[in-house]
């Protein structure tokens, strides 16, 4: 791993020049890199789909959402709350006297970015994790993923010149490949922080991995999410022929291979939902994204389906990669929890069948953290104890609408309670930029060596908390 | 460790009250809990002396950091920033529509927290990491030090009083003793997240285990520091014997047992301090916190005189439990760097002469993270390389003055780079309370749904990001 110890090298290197560097600065160059991939869309597209098979529109739209994501931390950056600055200035009267404190966010150092099969750009090279890292001062090391190789290095030469040509220092960004690549970068010294988004064993392997380094580093991780949704009686009773054409088009879309599809649907005993889905579920078999994928999905539909009480309702598990739903009740879902319960990447979905509320809820007591947590109800019934259960197992919690689909924006929270996510951060939204910041304090500091944010006349205007009062 | 499944279950059976509190309710059982220590204060503090050996008036103040610390931690909570409340509305000619988006900070559940020994009051069964988890809603088990069982117990029972009488349910509180109980917490199912501040050995067995756990939980530790502090050329011509009287002092405070004692100061070649500084060393033998400080206190010492190069300046190394400093130079440390910066609690500091800054510098290269560094240097002289240095080494930076005192307000850290703390966390100040919330996000939530802190017309008038604008 000679390579990944000269980039990891580099990558510190760069850092002593980008953790120096102004807001404005890397707003510049994270704008250049969103206009670069703006520019490169016609090449890259076609390339992402003949690695991929994910069709040409989404992929554009795939594009303009990571364009949009770069230029949404050049605006955060600009902004500087990102920064939390707090400032308490100096009490001699206090007892103890209390000295003047100045605290700020400062990037960590190099971080390792491990990138996804199934958002070959808004989750890979130049996505999320990247554009939240260079945001806040860190360099990058991309873990390109094995399923789009060539995208990843056309992405990462267009990323590389763009930030070259927008002055920023060389070794600020670069890509390796390989499994064994990625496991010498988690645990090589110079790396200071991780990010991941994949499978619940990959992540695990290579969280163990980070907390067990001698000196060990943050990983976070975005591992698996079943994202269960819970239709009542009234809901279904008002709109299930609708709920089910929401739902297909749901747990079909991109063929299921979304962090954020509705893997388990709780629907009442005979709902007007199960009846309709049938017909919103097309016959048609998906490539999927790679092979292990494709395997994935197959044996988990036929280790459900081994389990007696669990049927086919829509779709044809013979044929390996067309949509699939199974069905099954609340008693089942319960017995048989760790196989019904795993999440199948792919387009699939399980219905649970239920008489009494109280099912659902018993029922959830078998269920993991999530990204997210679905509830379609109508007013006036009383689903406080359901509420609060969603809660706890999720970072989403949707009402009268479908999981898939994740704004980027301010508030956007995208994580959840183990194994949706092993920290309490996000990897979409502003926030998402925090994971790679790390406090520090000035005590008693003369203006001169000051950050410029922690300046007493405050020259670039960000929002600050002085002596107690947001300012 | 039926006791201790016992109580975590009970603890996990609060939080689902806890979760659902009021800042105004939890703001009362800090206050209450507050007062009941202030009350308590003549029978705790002979009790903490009798245990500890700490000094009645260093306890004393300590009782007052420790009641002012829940004081502060209640008006954290009341003002509401805490909660991180951004709201972005609806957008649906957004491309694709963007759904309302309300994000706040919940309370994890259950906490774990490892107490002291070194603050009986601040850092133990009261102290700022209960405080900072029952202010979120969070239900708080200490693990109580072996070094104050009876304060332990005694404080505990205060507290559960305290939160009894003030509404807070029953299981909110606990104390656990033993280092099997310890153990057996961190790897309960109930518990979500733990706190600990002690050995970089103890803390580092615990944080392997909370990674290791089938559901991994955040383990937030304070695990050691050495606390470098630099004096210039001009620093030390202006100011020396004052330095070694603010050095004398800030070693020996509380005996040395402090994790921000100054445990390595580089002075210049034939330094005023050092001529000092023996004027400023005490001769008393002290009597330390445990038998395994006081043994660790003897052998570190004896480790760092075995060197070549190595020498006593002040006190008597053979008193064992009396001040010691000793001198080298910047080679010798670099040369033996594992034994000379090896963290040593105890009433000792070591003194690493340098003729030029760039020894300084290159002597840096084997310096770990530390909690804090100090620099004492004159205008005009320049430090901007060092500083740099200091800056990705340390969570506090601090001029002309010396690091033990650590003020508990809006903006402190007290974390900093491995082995400091293993995240990018402080156990000090109004931001430690972030430890222990994670983010959910409310999506097209229908009004009567959302928490109080998400409303629209937000009746708490607490502080929130709306669609991008602070409000």
Redesign the interface.
Known sequence: MDDVDTIARAAAEAF?VT??STGAERASWLRAVAAALDSGTEELVPLAHEETGIPIDRLRGEVARTTGQLRMFADVVE?G?YL?V???HADPSA??P??D???IL?P??PVAVFSASNFPFAFSVAGGDTASALAVGCTVVVKGHAGHPLLSRRTAQLVTEALREAGAPEGIFALVTGRDAGIALVEHPAITAASFTGSLAGGRAL??RA??RP????FYGELGSINPVVVTAGADAARGEALATGLGTSFQLSAGQLCTKPGVVFVPHGSRLEAALPAAVGDEAHRLLTDAITSGFSSGVAAALAIDGVEVIAGDPASHTAPVVLATDAATLSEHAETLLAEVFGPFTLLVRYTEPAEVIAAFEHL?GSLTATLHAE?GED?AEL??RM??L????????WPT?V?V?????H?G???AT???H?SVG??ASRRF??????????QH?LPEPLLEHNPLGI?R?VD?V?A
Not at 409 to 413: A, D, G, K, N, V
């Open positions: 002593e953790v120096r902004e709350s939390e707090v400032i308490d007892t103890p209390r000295p404190l100045r605290r400062r960590v150092g969280a163990d907390a067990a000196t060990p580093i943050p993991e007013e689903t509420l609060a809660e706890s999720a970072g989403r919690l949707l009402f009268a609408g689909g704004a924006t301010w508030s956007q929270h994580g309670p183990w194994p092993n920290t309490q996000t502003a926030t910041q790390r406090p520090i304090v000035y005590q008693d500091a003369p060596v929002p908390r107690g947001r």
